[in-house]
């Protein structure tokens, strides 16, 4: 087995209001994933945009609704200035207006926060090599929405 050179390394930063879930969540994907490195956690999009600029991660995991900055904004505000940088939205929310607003905004995914950390770590190394991550459930959502509107329309 070869070690890992820094190249090979995925930096993440993970922001969440909850303490707790950010924490805990770093201290399983450090567990699992010796090529991700977990490079800070914040509470909030301000945090996330700061964080992002200091830390320069890969990627970026982030809760949708936050006080202060939400995330769906500082999607926008992060992809802008630094495009490069993949985010991952994940929420206990899937409202359709919600994921929509974050993917427009420039969001590679869109995650339920009902996933094992081992899911969220195929995740993030599948967005490395640029396959845009969804739940199933949403696009189920989507997809059933879509056939009803059809369906609607042809009456």
């Known amino acids: 087995?070869?070690?890992?050179?820094?190249?090979?390394?995925?930096?993440?930063?993970?922001?969440?209001?909850?303490?707790?879930f950010t924490e805990s969540l770093s201290i399983c994907v450090s567990n699992y994933a010796k090529d991700i490195e977990i490079?800070?956690?914040?509470?909030?999009?301000?945090?996330a945009i700061r964080m992002a600029k200091e830390l320069q991660p890969h990627i970026i995991v982030m809760d949708a609704r936050m006080p202060i900055m939400d995330g769906v904004d500082a999607v926008r505000i992060i992809k802008k200035a630094m495009p490069q940088v993949q985010i991952i939205m994940l929420s206990t929310y899937q409202e359709d207006i919600l994921v929509r607003n974050a993917l427009l905004a420039g969001a590679s995914g869109y995650l339920l926060k009902d996933i094992s950390p081992k899911e969220l770590i195929t995740a993030i190394r599948a967005l490395k090599s640029g396959v845009m991550q969804i739940s199933p459930e949403i696009i189920q959502k989507f997809v059933t929405e879509h056939q009803e509107n059809k369906k609607r329309s042809l009456i």
């Open 39 to 47: 490079v800070g956690t914040g509470s909030n999009g301000e945090e």
């Open 1 to 20: 087995m070869t070690a890992k050179t820094s190249n090979d390394i995925l930096k993440v930063l993970l922001i969440d209001d909850q303490q707790i």
